[in-house]
């Protein structure tokens, strides 16, 4: 099977300024997964995808992060070199 035999043919497309509210409501509205990006003179700037927008703050569909998590952006340690690593294997 070939990408031209299962293509979309009727490309709906957006401009680098829309905003992600913007297109993911069309993405809905046309059941599509994927808009390309283009440039006022029709040149492919990027693709925006489904994938995109997950955890993404600006819609509210950012992810929560646990409090473990903040607890070890605080209690840094220094990180293990491998002649550390190399000697404790060596006890």
Do not use: C, Y
Not at 16 to 36: C, F, K, W, Y
Not at 44 to 67: A, N
């Amino acid at each position: 099977m070939r990408a031209h035999q299962i293509m979309t043919r009727s490309v709906v497309t957006v401009a680098p300024e829309t905003t992600i509210d913007d297109a993911a409501n069309l993405m809905l509205q046309r059941h599509v997964s994927g808009l390309p990006v283009v440039d006022t003179s029709g040149k492919l700037v990027g693709i925006v995808s489904e994938g995109d927008f997950i955890r993404r703050s600006e819609i509210g569909t950012q992810r929560k992060r646990g409090r473990w998590l903040k607890s070890l952006g605080r209690a840094r340690r220094p990180p293990i070199s491998s002649t550390s690593m190399a000697a404790g294997s060596m006890r």
